[in-house]
């Protein structure tokens, strides 16, 4: 069931009191688990917050770019309300923890896939809108969303794997390899070097504190490459 003493633990950073807990408990019930237990699972409620959130971000960015045009205000929001940043939000604010899991979804690492943790995110903000209003919502966002639309360190949010994906099948039907070169460091503190290849020639090569991370940071040295040929 709910981890209500976490929910409140995270909601209090926020200074957020919540007294229902219905709306949470479908928002942390992945299909998965709903299936194993009989109950309705986060995906409708998953819809209200993805619209919720890209409202707040729309008007975020409309009040504090006064001088950005349309094209530009659509790529913004886009860049900061996509699966990979609404992950990282999820895990800064631990809803990752919170969520119910099937079995099988558990044991296959679910718990840190980045489209469920996404959907995660979403269905939290639209239980944390029918439960307490747009207010407390804005709450959140302001502490976990918009300080990095300001900072614009959007370099964290791009999918680098994505972008290079689609430049590779405009010119080629051949698939990428990410390949790992070695592993440094301690257990604790490791440090990963990746290389992506295609059709057997190196494109790039990054280092990361995870496969993932140096996964993409050999993506972003690949198109970098590209991008100066």
Do not use: W
Not at 6 to 17: A, H, P, R, S, T
Not at 180 to 187: D, F, P, Q, R, V
Not at 196 to 218: C, E, F, M
């Amino acid at each position: 069931m709910l981890n209500k003493k976490m929910l409140n633990e995270i909601l209090e950073k926020y200074d957020i009191k919540v007294q229902e807990y219905d709306q949470f408990l479908l928002a942390m019930t992945h299909s998965s688990y709903a299936n194993e237990h009989n109950l309705k699972s986060n995906e409708r409620i998953e819809f209200l917050g993805d619209a919720v959130l890209g409202f707040l971000v729309a008007r975020y960015i409309y009040d504090n770019f006064p001088e950005m045009p349309e094209g530009k205000m659509s790529k913004l929001r886009a860049t900061y309300v996509c699966e990979n940043a609404n992950a990282k939000y999820a895990q800064e604010l631990k809803i990752d923890k919170l969520l119910l899991l099937g079995h099988g979804e558990e044991i296959s690492g679910g718990r840190s896939k980045e489209a469920v943790i996404n959907d995660a995110f979403e269905s939290f903000l639209g239980a944390l809108y029918l439960t307490n209003g747009l207010s407390d919502v804005k709450k959140v966002l302001e502490k976990v969303v918009f300080p990095h639309i300001k900072a614009n360190d959007q370099v964290e949010f791009i999918d680098y794997k994505s972008i290079l994906q689609e430049y590779v099948q405009a010119e080629t039907r051949s698939a990428l390899t990410y390949v790992l070169i070695k592993k440094e460091g301690t257990s604790n503190e490791p440090t990963f070097t990746m290389s992506v290849y295609l059709d057997g020639i190196i494109l790039g090569t990054g280092k990361g504190r995870s496969k993932k991370d140096a996964s993409q940071a050999a993506a972003k040295d690949a198109l970098s490459k590209a991008a100066h040929k």
